[in-house]
């Protein structure tokens, strides 16, 4: 809208902030989001609901039926208010890292995978294209943004990568000062909710003293839309981009009205056998169930303390385990604020299927000679 307005008035200089400024002050719009992944818990008591008010008409026994609804209306209800309480939680997270310099609140996610070549051509529709990832991590006392960009022949998108991410974004763009983390993120089982996440922080508050406390928030199934979300949404998922490092830059231009967005490009470096290094001083299986978690806490010692409830009792476990002599590390004297750090996931770049390179040869043709150059040397299966 504010190009919009520049062209239609070319001789009215004023800046994207201006323009907003007035554009909320003075005029009673506002826009929604579009909710594209709904609540599967909440579409499905909508339809009970529905259902049974519709055989209210058809069946006598209207009471039964009368108290169904009512019932599902109060699950619903409880539903919703579960969801709220971890926005209100993020909310006062970012209140309090504001005013407090030790301080800081964080959401993390990855984006939906971004594909190249990206081109306009018909075939891209049926053939396989490669995989780019993009690991947002959001500071909301800041509303800075970190964009870790890599692509699936540079590694994958398990605990290991998650780790790494969050371990370089840590010493490398969190301020020193900041001794207490709060961190919101999504339940996937597959990257953050699991045991070698859990042990990941406690390393990092117990062993390498990074941070002095960490707390882990996640949200109800359905109800996640963070603003890692809404950073999301400012990509143009259909700007043209022949190889990863074109997205890098359409990333960089996404974001105008506040400060840009800082792009890293990850190379296969980056990543690190978090889960193996662990498993020489943390147990190797988990005592608690992960799944039903909504919050943990780790602090200095061995316990970990976590909740199934937003506001319920905590519950602890120990993940310290004395190590065998067989399993201990070598023996190296480390100075104040040394750590070791684990192994290199990866030797090198990763191979894509055979079937995928195949299909990326096939669309190559449809771009700049550099990107040709570029697909030609993927190593494949």
């Known amino acids: 809208m504010h190009t919009m307005f520049k062209e239609l008035h070319p001789n009215n200089k004023i800046s994207y902030e201006s323009y907003r400024q007035v554009f909320c002050r003075d005029f009673n719009i506002s826009f929604g989001y579009p909710r594209t992944d709904p609540c599967s818990a909440c579409d499905e008591f909508i339809v009970k609901i529905k259902n049974l008010e519709s055989g209210k008409l058809e069946n006598t026994e209207n009471l039964q039926i009368s108290m169904e609804i009512k019932r599902l209306t109060t699950e619903n209800t409880l539903h919703k208010k579960k969801a709220e309480m971890f926005y209100s939680r993020k909310k006062m997270a970012k209140k309090n890292s504001r005013k407090n310099s030790n301080t800081e609140a964080i959401c993390m996610d990855f984006a939906k995978n971004l594909q190249v070549p990206n081109i306009s051509t018909n075939y891209i529709y049926y053939k396989r294209q490669l995989s780019v990832y993009a690991f947002n991590v959001h500071v909301l006392s800041t509303s800075g943004s970190n964009f870790y960009v890599y692509s699936e022949s540079k590694g994958k998108k398990g605990p290991d990568n998650v780790c790494s991410l969050l371990h370089n974004f840590i010493y490398s763009h969190l301020d020193p000062e900041v001794k207490h983390l709060k961190i919101f993120c999504d339940s996937c089982s597959g990257q953050q909710k699991n045991f070698a996440f859990f042990r990941f922080l406690h390393n990092l ?64 470096t980056l990543f690190r056998s978090w889960t193996k290094f662990l498993d020489n001083s943390y147990p190797k299986k988990s005592s608690f169930p992960s799944r039903p978690i909504r919050e943990i806490n780790i602090q200095r010692g061995a316990l970990l303390q976590y909740r199934t409830t937003y506001n319920g009792a905590w519950e602890s476990a120990s993940l310290q385990v004395k190590r065998r002599k067989s399993s201990r590390l070598p023996v190296c004297h480390l100075k104040d604020n040394e750590f070791r750090l684990p192994e290199y996931s990866y030797e090198g770049q990763l191979p894509i299927s055979a079937e995928k390179f195949r299909d990326i040869q096939h669309l190559k043709k449809f771009c700049s000679r550099a990107a040709q150059e570029f697909f030609a040397n993927l190593p494949h299966q």
């Open 205 to 268: 508050v117990n062993n390498e003293k990074r941070l002095e406390s960490v707390v882990v928030t996640f949200p109800i199934r359905g109800h996640s839309y963070m603003e890692c979300d809404k950073n999301f949404g400012l990509v143009n998922k259909k700007s043209r981009a022949e190889v990863p490092e074109d997205w890098l830059q359409i990333l960089e231009d996404a974001r105008h009205s506040l400060t840009p967005f800082n792009v890293i490009n990850v190379n296969h």
